[in-house]
T-cell receptor, first 124, second 112 residues
């Protein structure tokens, strides 16, 4: 099974509303989670890095007040897109990195990144 | 992380071997070569990684040149489901300050 899950897998929202995306690590503790964004036919671009219990570090050009990241536990991080606009429509992918050990998916290397399946956001 | 260069696209006939090249001429001695792929509308999937020796797993083989400045990912018998964007990344593994950075990748199209 998947090591990292995301919810929802797709969402459509109206302009001006906020959307929350959840990222969960299954059977392992994610000390660090990453949020990427991918526009059509482009590569993944890192938005921010979050460590459990501390504030996220945002990449240059990413508005921290618009993309709120919370990493309150070792298995859950959330990305909230506030006051979404059509230009925020994108594919959002989380990735988790944590301690090694055995999980359902097999042996996990310490420090390696595991990706979620992504969330397709469409803002109308 | 060292930068990598990959061809933007490649075609491969179904059942044939797909050989995807990657140049990483500025790779450091402690950096590994990683390969991921991304099937349309899915998250990236880990394929394989290596330091200097050739590696093989159930998905693919990785051939790294002796000077480590380039590598080739080999899918021995490509299927239609292998159509995806393949990313070559060099990085120091298990480095807490080192996240995966994606370049343009190679869009592999497997044709019947």
């Amino acid at each position: 099974g998947a090591v990292v899950s995301q919810h929802p897998s797709w969402v459509i929202c109206k302009s001006g509303t906020s959307v929350k995306i959840e990222c969960r690590s299954l059977d392992f503790q994610a000390t660090t989670m990453f949020w990427y964004r991918q526009f059509p036919k482009q590569s993944l671009m890192l938005m921010a890095t979050s460590n459990e219990g501390s504030k996220a570090t945002y990449e240059q050009g990413v508005e921290k007040d618009k993309f709120l990241i919370n990493h309150a536990s070792l298995t859950l991080s959330t990305l909230t897109v506030t006051s979404a606009h059509p230009e925020d429509s994108s594919f959002y992918i989380c990735s988790a990195r944590g301690l090694g050990g055995y999980a359902l998916a097999g042996y996990l290397q310490t420090g390696e990144q595991y990706f979620g399946p992504g969330t397709r956001l469409t803002v109308t | 992380d060292a930068k990598t260069t990959q061809p933007p696209s490649m075609d491969c006939a179904e059942g044939r071997a797909a050989n995807l090249p990657c140049n990483h001429s500025t790779i450091s001695g402690n950096e590994y070569v990683y390969w991921y792929r991304q099937i349309h509308s899915q998250g990236p999937q880990y394929i394989i990684h290596g330091l200097k020796n050739n590696e093989t797993n159930e998905m693919a083989s990785l051939i790294i040149t002796e000077d480590r400045k380039s590598s080739t990912l080999i899918l021995p018998h490509a299927t239609l489901r292998d159509t995806a964007v393949y990313y070559c990344i060099v990085r120091v593994p298990n480095n807490a300050g080192n996240m995966l950075t994606f370049g343009g990748g190679t869009r592999l199209m497997v044709k019947p």
